[in-house]
């Protein structure tokens, strides 16, 4: 149960920590491409949520662990209220909620910005591993995720191999994010 | 009012993201100096909830806007739930409540690591400007908030000058976190 355990508790924190950033770009943007990404994420959390908790409760059937165990439901928690109040601000996107301008003007603030980009057929990031493409050193941009089909990549490494159609999510100033939509449509 | 709302909700979002990140650091290193600025930085938010609730309270008189206002609460609660759930993690490193180890291993697979270190009076980073050091080049490091005495900077400019007993709140790479430590104290 450990390893599962684990690989369980770690992506359900960078899953709630890349809604969190999603969420504020969805109202950003008022893209309700994004928000719906987040409000699916959050079926995810719920489904991980439950197999942590039932990971846990097989095995607090020994009481000098149940202690412990308390600490991972802790984090589980935390990670959730995270993702639900992400849940909530992308709700108003899809909702079709009136929002008021301060709300652009406070999130536009930042120098940061996130990028979400889908990878046409030709880009020139199609094919090419993280790795060889420099993304961060030529770009300024850190890739945080990568969507592909149904299953998410989070952290990719620099091994990790783009494709046409992957969906990329990075983070950086917000001229780095332009070019690497620029790269991932490829446009010149 | 409209300026004071934006500042408030920019610095609350920002606020909340860092204590987020925080925690989970605190939670990492068990770190009761990183866990009790989160808890500090709890109070600061329900500060500024105050603060926000009354600006809107009076601008609600106006039944037009009130609609709109709404959204704002929104963003302002769903930071705060964010905040609240960090202040958790931080209050059971506060409280030494037993950590499973399973938690650690979730959160050190990432590359990703935040930094949190003081300015030294031997350190090169002294009254030197964020810009002059080129920080994010040299060390792969972005500063995302300096800390001097009871006021925060949040994504400072390359302007801002970095003095003595500053701490500096940075992410990165974990090797770049290191290198950071090391300018921050002086080391060689």
């Known amino acids: 149960m450990q390893e599962n355990v684990k690989d369980l508790l770690e992506e359900m924190k ?13 109202v950003f943007f008022t893209s309700k491409d994004i928000a719906a990404e987040v409000v699916e994420l959050y079926d995810r ?3 991980m949520e439950e197999k942590i908790t039932i990971h846990l409760l097989s095995a607090s059937r020994e009481p000098h662990l149940a202690r412990k165990l308390i600490s991972v439901l802790e984090v589980v928690e935390s990670a959730k209220r995270v993702a639900s109040a992400a849940r909530n ?18 999130l536009q603030e930042s120098d940061e910005g996130i990028a979400r980009t889908v990878i046409s057929g030709i ?9 060889d493409l420099r993304l961060r050193t030529e770009t300024g941009i850190h890739i945080i995720a990568v ?13 990790t ?13 917000k001229a780095s994010c332009k070019k690497l939509r620029r790269l991932a449509e490829g446009r010149r």
Chains 1, 2 share one sequence.
């Open 123 to 131: 880009s020139p990031l199609a094919n090419r591993t993280i790795g």
């Open 147 to 159: 969507r592909r089909g149904p299953k998410w990549i989070f952290n990719p490494r620099k091994e």
């Open 45 to 47: 959390i719920e489904n």
């Open 14 to 26: 960078n899953m709630s920590s890349l809604m969190l950033d999603l969420s504020y770009s969805s």
């Open 161 to 173: 191999r783009l494709a046409k159609n992957d969906i990329l999510i990075g983070i950086g100033p």
């Open 89 to 106: 601000m992308s709700q108003m996107v899809i909702d079709n909620k009136e929002l008021h301008p301060i709300i652009k003007e406070a």
